[in-house]
Structure formats: structure tokens, C-alpha cells
């Protein structure tokens, strides 16, 4: 089945505390992103990458890092978390990169730091 | 840079109405046009798309016309279902590889 996963789906943390949300695809996709889901201001976009070793900034790049070594993964890295990074994170992944492609979401990593 | 604005929300109508969520945009050129759909608990899903001015984009019995004169991309169902209850976002693929989403419209469908 083709799909985006996400992991963990839930995780409460603390201020400072370093952790990574993995996301993987399994439909070869080119492109992936991250997005922050917050009330009232929609999805909005953390970090994309348009292949293996290229990766860019989104509209709210600050305090997360991201990697992607293989085609597949694209983990979102909170080197030292806090409480306004607490969100609802979704990973996607498209076949390529912009125009008319469509998006493929995972389910999301509800994320809380205290 | 380049923007979207959806109508606030929630939007609650009986079953059977007629639904239209406004959604315009803001963009240098012809962006890519798409509704996204998010039930609750889950992840958002594609729900149609339109890529260039005065394609009509249709799934489900919903639809939305890429107008470029008036730079909108409205959502309409003629018969909305309880299961229709969901959170609908529009977006747009911008010239520098992003996708940029409104801020998303509630909609509560009553039996």
C-alpha cells in the first residue's frame, strides 16, 4: 500500500530535550516537506526537499534541522525543543516537485513540550 | 508573496444543502490550485486540484473553477452529507516550491 509514516504519532517532551520525528515514504517520491499545523493559521511549511542531499528552507525553518541521506526518510530534527514548537506535524511526499503534482500526507505527530 | 484566504469558519448546514467555501489567492503567476480535505484525526487527502485558468476540478460530487480574472478557486456541493463533516483547506504551489495552504474552513454537516 502507498503510503507516508509517521513516527511517533503522539509525544510529550520536555523543554531542551532532543528529538527526531522519522517519515518515510514508499512511492519512490522525489519530493518531500514537513508542515506545522497550528489553530487558525493552517498548514504552514518547515522545511522541503526536492532529492537526496537537497534540502531548503519553508516559512518557518526556525529551531528544526532535517536530513535526507536516502530517498525514502526525510527526519524532522528538534535539536532543543520549545513549548512554541508545540504542534500538529505532517509529513508529504509528491512525485516530484511543484505545478501539478499532488501531495501525499502521513497522519501526523501530535507533538507537546513542556 | 504569494497568499490564501478562505472564508472563517465553522460553516454548519443541514444535510442535503448547499455548501460553498471562498477561498482567493494571491500569486505572481498561474499557480497550481488544489482542496485539500482533513477528516478528524487523520492526515489531509487530496480532494481535487485545477492547474491552469478555467480548468474545473471535481471528486465526490464537489467542485471548484480555477478563475484567474477573479483569482478564486470557490468549493461547491450541491447535497452535502454527514459524512462531509470535515476541515477543508485551499492551497496553492508557489513559484519557489512550496505549497502555501489557507488557514483551513470547519464544516458541520447536521442530520
Known amino acids: 500500500e502507498a503510503q507516508v509514516t509517521q513516527n511517533p504519532r503522539y509525544l510529550i517532551t520536555v523543554t531542551g530535550k532532543k528529538l527526531t520525528v522519522t517519515c518515510s515514504q514508499n512511492?519512490?517520491?522525489?519530493?518531500m516537506s514537513w508542515y506545522r499545523q497550528d489553530p487558525g493559521l493552517g498548514l504552514r511549511q518547515i522545511y522541503y526537499?526536492?532529492?537526496?542531499?537537497?534540502?531548503d528552507k519553508g516559512d518557518v525553518p526556525e529551531g528544526y534541522k532535517v536530513s535526507r541521506k536516502e530517498k525514502r526518510n526525510f527526519p524532522l530534527i528538534l535539536e532543543s525543543p520549545s513549548p512554541n514548537q508545540t504542534s500538529l506535524y505532517f509529513c508529504?511526499?509528491?512525485?516530484?516537485?511543484?505545478?501539478?503534482?499532488?501531495?501525499?500526507f502521513g497522519p501526523g505527530t501530535r507533538l507537546t513540550v513542556l | 508573496g504569494d497568499s490564501v484566504t478562505q472564508m472563517e469558519g465553522p460553516v454548519t448546514l443541514s444535510e442535503e444543502a448547499f455548501l460553498t467555501i471562498n477561498c482567493t489567492y494571491t500569486?505572481?503567476?498561474?499557480?497550481?490550485l488544489f482542496w485539500y480535505v482533513q477528516y478528524p484525526g487523520e492526515g489531509l487527502q487530496l480532494l481535487l486540484k485545477?492547474?491552469?485558468?478555467?480548468d474545473k476540478g471535481s471528486n465526490k460530487g464537489f467542485e471548484a473553477t480555477y478563475r484567474k480574472e477573479t483569482t478564486s478557486f470557490h468549493l461547491e456541493k450541491g447535497s452535502v452529507q454527514v459524512s462531509d463533516s470535515a476541515v477543508y483547506f485551499c492551497?496553492?504551489?508557489?513559484?519557489?516550491?512550496?505549497?502555501?495552504f489557507g488557514s483551513g474552513t470547519r464544516l458541520l454537516v447536521r442530520p
Open positions: 500569486a505572481t503567476g498561474y499557480p497550481s
Open positions: 526537499s526536492m532529492n537526496v542531499e537537497v534540502t
Open positions: 512511492m519512490n517520491h522525489e519530493y
Open positions: 492551497a496553492l504551489w508557489d513559484s519557489s516550491y512550496k505549497l502555501i
Open positions: 508529504a511526499s509528491s512525485l516530484s516537485g511543484p505545478t501539478t503534482d499532488t501531495q501525499y
Open positions: 485545477a492547474t491552469k485558468a478555467d
